[in-house]
């Protein structure tokens, strides 16, 4: 003894409420801003590191120079480098923090190394379904100071997915003619020359 079993269509209305509110749009809009200022800086920086170094970009790696800033004196530049955004602290106390936007991978995707003073930062995912493939990529390359340590230098993945890397920046820069000296502090003193 079955009931007989009805159907009704519920009509859907289309509304113009949000799904998510002003608030979480703001809040994720301020990330991407925060996101893309925190890329040009890490070019800015970059970029000068490598004109400090009198380095190109086809001398060293593919770094992007989209923004060659004015070839200045050593002492001038190391200034501005030590005066970025990206460096926190005081005196010899200063450390790099760079911040990466890889939200859209997982922890297993992400590999950071260093190669000749350059930190890479890559990532890559796949997705595969019988009926297609999915497949994202980033790669980041930033000129690091001549002098840093690599075995100090640390990264975090956040849960939301921003990687962040920190390193203590090695001791100031002591400009001998027109060349450009490091002292690493976590290397018994030991020196670089960059010309």
């Keep these: 003894m079955c009931d007989s079993v009805s159907q009704r269509h519920i009509p859907v209305t289309t509304t113009s409420q949000a799904m998510f509110d002003n ?3 703001a809040l994720k809009q301020r990330f991407i801003n925060e996101m893309q200022r925190m890329d040009q800086e890490i070019t800015r920086f ?3 590191l490598m004109n400090l170094y009198d380095l190109t970009p086809s001398e060293h790696c593919s770094l992007r120079a989209d923004s060659m800033s004015i070839r200045t004196d050593p002492a001038s530049q190391w200034e501005m480098i030590t005066n970025s955004p990206l460096v ?3 005196g010899d106390n200063k450390s790099l923090k760079l911040q990466f936007d890889l939200s859209q991978f997982e922890p297993t995707e992400v590999k ?3 190669m000749n003073d350059i930190l890479l930062v890559q990532a890559s995912h796949e997705e595969r379904t019988p009926d297609c493939t999915i497949f994202r990529e ?7 100071p001549k002098g840093l340590d690599p075995d100090v230098i640390a990264s975090f993945l956040s849960r939301d997915g921003v990687l962040t890397v920190q ?6 820069v002591k400009v001998i003619g027109d060349r450009a000296s490091v002292t690493n502090k976590y290397n018994n003193g030991s020196q670089g020359s960059c010309s």
């Design 167 to 172: 390193a203590p920046l090695p001791i100031p």
């Design 46 to 48: 970059s970029t000068n």
């Design 88 to 90: 926190e602290g005081e």
């Design 23 to 25: 608030d979480f749009l």
């Design 138 to 144: 980033y790669a980041r390359e930033v000129q690091l």
């Design 112 to 114: 950071v190394s260093i």
